[in-house]
């Protein structure tokens, strides 16, 4: 149970386009949602937490018109990377916590999406 | 500021070994500490700890946090090739939403 999915896991794109990245809880209906970004040989850096029907807060230094995110159901959420820049190559990861789960500070995982801007 | 510090940064070691890796925070609004194992995707979980002194065992893997020395430890017996991943540790703070500080992680490698 408990698991998260990313799609998509690879996507390389042109500097100045947008790119979408979906989470999805797939048994589970989820709480709230995480976004974090990995640098590489770096930890997770959080950037923002989502909350199904609200708005995200965004982490410090966070740009929230760069990195859009939509919260659509309790299933999905989605963040959008407008306008992105070589220096936006990272791995996404986004993470869920269980509605009702026995620990809303356990957060499941996805298998992160790695962008590559050009 | 909020801050996990994790150490080694990195341990070499030969099957059979056992390692034991560190975490210390300082955190505002402690919760619990989670460690994690991140091997070429995303993390997996591994184990919660909400109460000093009780420790958590899983097969080879244990951990137990120390509130007093704001302080955990890992620790794998009879290390295996499988074992090689880099090692998360998180610590979940109080407040309107259930957020994670990571640590830098410790990158352990299992020689055969």
């Known amino acids: 149970g408990a698991v998260v999915s990313q799609h998509p896991s690879r996507v390389i794109c042109k500097s100045g386009t947008s790119v979408k990245i979906e989470c999805r809880s797939l048994d589970f209906q989820a709480t709230t949602m995480f976004w974090y970004r990995q640098f590489p040989k770096q930890s997770l850096m959080l950037m923002a937490t989502s909350n199904e029907g609200s708005k995200a807060t965004y982490e410090q230094g966070v740009e929230k018109d760069k990195f859009l995110i939509n919260h659509a159901s309790l299933t999905l959420s989605t963040l959008t990377v407008t306008s992105a820049h070589p220096e936006d190559s990272s791995f996404y990861i986004c993470?869920?916590?269980?509605?009702?789960?026995?620990?809303?500070?356990?957060?499941?995982f996805g298998p992160g999406t790695r962008l590559t801007v050009t | 500021e909020d801050k996990v510090v994790q150490s080694p940064l990195s341990l070499v070691v030969h099957e059979g070994d056992t390692v034991t890796l560190n975490c210390s925070y300082e955190?505002?609004?402690?919760?619990?500490l989670l460690w994690y194992k991140q091997e070429k995707k995303a993390p997996t979980f591994l184990f919660m700890l909400t109460s000093s002194g009780i420790e958590k065992k899983s097969g080879r893997l244990s951990s137990i946090l120390d509130k007093k020395e704001l302080s955990s430890i890992l620790n794998i017996t009879a290390t295996q090739t499988g074992d090689s991943a880099i090692y998360l540790c998180?610590?979940?703070?109080?407040?309107?939403?259930?957020?994670?500080?990571f640590g830098t992680g410790t990158l352990l490698a299992v020689q055969p």
């Open positions: 998180a610590v979940g703070y109080g407040g309107a939403t259930n957020k994670l500080i």
């Open positions: 993470s869920a916590t269980e509605f009702g789960g026995r620990s809303s500070y356990e957060q499941y």
């Open positions: 955190v505002t609004n402690f919760r619990s």
